[in-house]
């Protein structure tokens, strides 16, 4: 196995009486997607910002491409830090925005115009590199922001919130426009979200945080189908819990007739919410509220106040504890 691209290692970082990332330990793999989730204030970005270098720690060492890079300054480490806010420089033309880093390097001219020119076409820009920022879209903005930051080809990308600033069906677009750059990049990229969504499509493996601590690391189908805990069992998607069982609402089945399944619930419908690709119930069952998503097309159909039986398969129950 190759070393990973980065490690820390017993990482803590304290803001005053306030433990911001607390003892955490984490590998990321070179050409790996890995999305930071967690709750606001977590600590995603003082993580982000410690591999950056805009933050020492004051326990543990970060290493990065073999090289412990604990003491050493931003500049000097290979990773480039898109912030939460990716300011244009407003006064500058796109294709001056995409070369700044360049400049910055001391690369020649005839260099910097062929990679610019490279940059703006990874990212579908191409003809736009005379324009200003504000003759520019919002999603034209955000490319223009991942142009620059990867023109010096960084060792690794860290994104804080990419798309926090674009709306839905542009966050989604760019979802995968992300995923096709840094694939086709062979690039390590670090992003931290908070949409757990988005985590999920984008991230080959996802580290779930809560008050500075890493709760559990692994691909999006292991955190959403084994969860280590209810917590999060919960911040990936929705769970019903029964006892020390949770069950997703997907995996629950709506049936008036009595099922031969030993995992079965009795009770009524309170609430019913179409949603064009599933139906959502609300059931109160014996053990508690219940959620069940049945997928258009499938499964049966009832009514609020009508009797229904919930059952769901064994490899559905998945253990959380208390
Ligand atoms: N420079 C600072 N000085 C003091 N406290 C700080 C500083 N930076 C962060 N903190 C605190 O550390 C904790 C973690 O902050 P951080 O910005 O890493 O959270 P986050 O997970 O990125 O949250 P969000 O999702 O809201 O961006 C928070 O409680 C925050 O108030
Ligand atoms: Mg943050």
């Known amino acids: 196995m190759t070393a990973p691209l980065v490690r820390f290692e017993a990482v803590t970082k304290r803001f005053g009486a306030e433990t911001a990332v607390d003892d955490v330990t984490l590998e990321i793999a070179e050409g790996e997607f890995f999305a930071l989730l967690g709750p606001s204030g977590c600590g995603k970005t003082t993580l982000m910002r410690l591999l950056a270098g805009f933050e020492t720690p004051d326990a543990g060492r970060i290493r990065l491409a073999g090289e ?16 939460q806010a990716y300011a244009l420089f407003p006064h500058l033309t796109v294709a001056q925005n995409v070369a700044f880093g360049l400049k910055a390097q001391g690369r020649p001219k005839r260099e910097i115009a062929v990679r610019v020119e490279e940059m ?7 003809g736009l590199g005379g324009r200003k920022p504000d003759e520019l879209s919002g999603g034209q903005k955000q490319r223009v ?23 839905r069906k542009l966050r989604e ?19 931290v979200t908070h949409d757990r969504d988005e985590a999920m499509v984008v991230g080959d493996r996802l580290a779930v945080m809560r008050d500075g601590r890493i709760v559990q690391v692994g691909t999006p189908a292991e955190l959403y189908e084994r969860p280590a805990g209810r917590f999060v069992a919960g911040f990936l998607g929705e769970v019903n819990l029964i006892g ?11 049936s008036r007739a009595e099922p031969a399944a030993a995992n079965r619930l009795a009770g009524t419908v309170t609430e019913v919410g179409y949603l064009g690709d599933r139906t959502i119930y609300g059931v109160e069952t014996t053990a508690g509220a219940m959620r069940v998503a049945q997928p258009t097309g499938g499964g049966e159909r009832a009514q609020v106040g009508e009797a229904v039986w919930l059952s769901y398969p064994a490899d559905a129950a998945m253990r959380l504890g208390r």
């Open 68 to 83: 412990d890079v604990t003491d050493m300054p931003p500049h000097r480490r290979p990773a480039h830090m898109m912030f």
């Open 120 to 126: 703006l076409a990874l990212v579908r820009l191409e």
């Open 145 to 167: 922001a991942l142009a620059r930051a990867l023109a010096p080809a960084p060792r690794i990308l860290l994104l804080d919130e990419p798309m926090a600033a674009l709306d």
């Open 173 to 191: 677009e760019t979802q995968f426009e992300l995923k096709r750059l840094q694939a086709a990049l062979g690039l390590t990229f670090l992003i």
């Open 244 to 254: 020390e069982i949770g069950v997703r609402p997907e995996r629950m089945r709506l």
